[in-house]
């Protein structure tokens, strides 16, 4: 079974609905990330959290908000979604070494029409 | 701020044959780490090679090695044999090792196409 998951893996949604993507881990690490890929612009950081009480913004949360449910579940919510959020999301998870990097998600691939 | 900087959006290479990427990146911290992700078209995000800057050492694992120049703040993926297999995007990476949240910045990637 894969380490990171996230479901869905991909959503087709309209402009103005709510929509949530939800990540699980099973690696037991703290360390909890969402990124946005777009085409031509790499991965950017919409937010991460330490632990269940831990949450930050990244570089890019404006319209994005978060919850850790759990030390293995971290979701991410578009809460009035708009085209320009079309894009590939990851899941990611880091222990606290970091020395392995981040374990990412397969990555969902949403859609705003 | 860090940034991550990858200059060529496109390479090719034949297989069998030797190519390499290039990175730099800018920082003010001692402490970090910096990584080579791999993406085929599958999208998974694959870590391929890591390098610790308190490490002269430049890291190495089978057919992939890097050169970490600290000073001219340089770090360069060579993938040696390429195979069809690793027609992916790449992506450099930094982590500041500074705060302990681990967060990663990513270079805009590198697309490489190994030709048969």
Same mark, same amino acid.
């Given at each position: 079974?894969?380490?990171?998951?996230?479901?869905?893996?991909?959503?087709?949604? =309209?402009?103005?609905?709510?929509?949530?993507?939800?990540?699980?881990?099973?690696?037991?690490?703290d360390r909890m990330y969402?990124?946005?890929?777009?085409?031509?612009?790499? !991965?950017?950081?919409?937010?991460?959290?330490?632990?269940?009480?831990?949450?930050? =913004?990244?570089?890019?949360?404006?319209?994005?908000?978060?919850?850790?449910?759990?030390?293995? =579940?971290?979701?991410?919510?578009?809460?009035?979604a708009i085209p320009n959020?079309?894009?590939?999301?990851?899941?990611?998870?880091?222990?606290?070494?970091? !020395?392995?990097?981040?374990?990412?998600?397969?990555?969902?691939?949403?859609?705003?029409? | 701020?860090?940034?991550?900087?990858?200059?060529?959006?496109?390479?090719?290479?034949?297989?069998?044959?030797?190519? /390499?990427?290039?990175?730099? *990146?800018?920082?003010?911290? $001692?402490? *970090? *780490?910096? +990584?080579? *992700? &791999?993406?085929?078209?599958?999208?998974?995000?694959?870590?391929?090679? @890591?390098?610790?800057?308190? &490490?002269?050492?430049?890291?190495?694992?089978? @057919?992939?090695?890097? $050169?970490?120049?600290?000073?001219? %703040?340089?770090?360069?993926? %060579?993938?040696?044999?390429?195979?069809?297999?690793?027609?992916?995007?790449?992506?450099c990476a930094f982590m $500041?090792?500074? /705060?302990?949240? $681990?967060?990663?910045? +990513?270079?805009?990637?590198?697309?490489?196409?190994?030709?048969?």
């Open positions: 079974d894969a380490d990171v998951t996230q479901t869905p893996r991909n959503r087709i949604t =309209k402009t103005g609905k709510r929509i949530m993507l939800e990540c699980s881990q099973t690696k037991g690490h969402w990124y946005r890929q777009d085409p031509g612009l790499g !991965l950017q950081l919409i937010y991460y959290s330490f632990d269940v009480k831990d949450i930050n =913004k990244g570089e890019i949360s404006d319209g994005y908000s978060v919850s850790r449910q759990a030390q293995a =579940k971290f979701s991410l919510s578009l809460e009035s959020q079309t894009a590939l999301y990851f899941c990611a998870t880091s222990d606290r070494t970091g !020395l392995r990097g981040q374990y990412f998600g397969p990555g969902t691939r949403l859609t705003v029409t | 701020a860090q940034t991550v900087t990858q200059s060529q959006p496109e390479m090719s290479v034949q297989e069998a044959e030797t190519v /390499t990427l290039s990175c730099t *990146y800018d920082t003010s911290e $001692n402490n *970090y *780490y910096l +990584f080579w *992700y &791999k993406q085929p078209p599958s999208r998974q995000m694959i870590l391929v090679i @890591r390098q610790e800057a308190y &490490k002269q050492q430049n890291a190495t694992e089978n @057919r992939f090695s890097v $050169n970490f120049q600290k000073a001219a %703040k340089s770090f360069s993926l %060579k993938i040696s044999d390429s195979q069809l297999g690793d027609t992916a995007m790449y992506f $500041n090792r500074q /705060t302990g949240a $681990n967060n990663l910045f +990513f270079g805009t990637g590198t697309r490489l196409t190994v030709i048969p």
